[in-house]
């Protein structure tokens, strides 16, 4: 079974850094695009940021300059620095990825998204 696992979470006042991290294990054939979306209370989950195989990164207009995507294919992992956090910046960190695993030697799985189960991130004086 494929697992996606966040951490780096917590409390930072306005206008900190925090780094998330997530780990993506499991019988992974390959992953192609990894991201960070996030889920306040009382709002939908939204696009953070995404990062391809290749190292492209797109942002939404809300983290664009302040936040940074990156990967370690090694290690199947996935990061996501944040600088001058805002309060706004307050919810659910979640990790995804779009990914192919492997049943066994010969078949692999249909291309799909898994997701981790999220890190809190708040951002308070």
């Known amino acids: 079974q494929v697992q996606l696992v966040e951490s780096g979470g917590g409390l930072v006042q306005p206008g900190g850094s925090l780094r998330l991290s997530c780990v993506a294990s499991?019988?992974?054939?390959?992953?192609?695009?990894m991201g960070w979306y996030r889920q306040a209370p009382g709002k939908q989950r939204e696009l953070v940021g995404v990062i391809t195989s290749g190292g492209s990164t797109t942002y939404a207009d809300s983290a664009k300059g302040r936040f940074t995507i990156s990967r370690d294919n090694a290690k199947n992992t996935v990061y996501l620095q944040m600088n001058s956090l805002k309060p706004e910046d307050t919810a659910t960190y979640y990790c995804n990825a779009d990914l192919v695993a492997s049943e066994n030697a010969f078949l692999s799985t249909p291309r799909q998204n898994y997701w981790g189960q999220g890190t809190q991130v708040t951002v308070s004086s």
């Open positions: 499991g019988r992974i054939f390959i992953i192609y695009n």
